[in-house]
């Protein structure tokens, strides 16, 4: 089993839009597949049936309350479960953060699913952000897979994320960390811009980007105000196909180990 984190602390790149489409297209290729919602704004659980105010949720497990086993909720994409977030997870910033061994509490909550061996791939929607619950994600997870919005400034902030996954890395919190890939989003192939961005993303990071891109479609938007995937409202659609392409590229690196070096924060 292998913990995938989907991450970028520059918002609006795409993270929950590929964290519920891949999800949704590895688990059509008949791959085992738990999305474990990170962001409090819950749009990941929302947009797969698993948000529901009244049920207890990631939250509770990461604060001792209850066991991560009573918290995985099937959804009715088959082969695809949830640990949904709530907005009770915004308190999980102060209370973990108080937690002796605070950056390994993901870590510690997943690990029982880690020996169960009930899944392939636990996918991390992360938040928008470099707060407690982002270290923990990095802690927690084997590789990164790093949406990158085609635009001017598409580079921003990245450094950073790479600066503090080798911190952790190097600090001996989580050894082995590795890049899956980064995947270019919101690709508009109108503008010479984009193409310029593409460019410029793969002359600094080569192979590791992932050969497909995601394009700019309203269906992106549309689709979780229905509370669908986009294989589910577009299955035909551009969008679909490109998440379909992208589990494929995904797991054929999978299946070569393929996985690339964050580099030493030293």
């Known amino acids: 089993m292998k913990i995938i984190a989907v991450t970028n602390q520059k918002g609006g790149v795409g993270k ?13 290729a008949g791959q085992r597949i738990l999305l474990v919602d990170l962001d409090p704004q819950a749009n990941a659980s929302s947009v797969i049936g698993a948000k529901d105010p009244s049920l207890p949720g990631l939250y509770h497990a990461l604060v001792g309350e209850m066991p991560v086993s009573e918290l995985i909720r099937t959804t009715r994409l088959p082969n695809l479960s949830a640990l949904p977030a709530s ?16 950056l390994f509490q993901v870590r510690t909550v997943l690990e029982p699913i880690r020996q169960g061996g009930a899944f392939d791939f636990v996918i991390l929607d992360c938040p928008p952000s470099l707060g407690i619950l982002m270290s923990n994600a990095l802690v927690a997870a084997d590789e990164l897979l790093i ?4 635009e001017y400034y598409a580079l921003e902030g990245l450094g950073l ?3 503090v996954a080798g911190q952790i890395r190097d600090s001996g919190a989580n ?25 410029d993303v793969r002359g600094h990071f080569e192979e590791v980007v992932f050969a497909t891109e995601i394009p700019r479609t309203i269906r992106f938007g549309e689709a979780p105000s229905h509370g669908l995937t986009i294989l589910e409202y577009d299955p035909n659609g551009n969008g679909a196909a490109a998440y379909r392409s992208l589990a494929k590229e995904f797991l054929e690196r999978k299946s070569r180990h393929l996985a690339f070096q964050i580099p030493s924060s030293r």
Do not use: W, Y
């Open 16 to 28: 929950t839009t590929t964290s519920v489409n891949l999800s949704a297209t590895l688990a059509e």
């Open 147 to 150: 949406p990158i919005q085609c």
């Open 175 to 199: 050894q082995n960390i590795a890049i899956a890939g980064m995947l270019m989003t919101m690709f508009d192939s109108r503008t010479n811009l984009n193409a310029a961005v593409i460019k």
């Open 161 to 163: 994320l790479m600066e």
């Open 87 to 102: 907005l009770d997870l915004a308190g999980a910033e102060v209370e973990v953060a108080r937690m002796e061994g605070h």
